[in-house]
């Protein structure tokens, strides 16, 4: 799979597991993320990206156009509630 976006994630991101959320800093005083592939911007605010698939930690973002894209290929499980 030939794409701009891949840049070597599937050594941190493949096979593993993603929960679908509404986005919510990381921590106090970040206000946003990027998603990992495409870089688009994820905060609280309209006109962002608000939602999207998240780490367990919600370290790291994925939009829902790359998730589409991209789950084939990286094989991620998906559960709907933290530690499920
Ligand atoms: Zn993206």
């Known amino acids: ?8 994630q599937e050594e941190y991101l493949k096979g593993i597991t993603l ?3 509404t986005y919510r800093p990381y921590r ?3 206000d ?3 998603c990992e592939f495409c870089g688009c911007k994820f905060s609280t605010r309209p006109g962002d990206q608000n939602e999207g698939y998240t780490t367990l930690d919600e370290y790291r973002w994925i939009c829902q156009t790359c998730y589409e894209d991209f789950k084939a290929v990286f094989a991620w499980t998906i559960v709907s509630e933290p530690g499920t």
């Open 1 to 8: 799979m030939d794409d701009w976006r891949l840049q070597g």
């Open 19 to 21: 929960r679908r959320a």
């Open 28 to 30: 106090e005083g970040w």
């Open 32 to 34: 946003h993320d990027h």
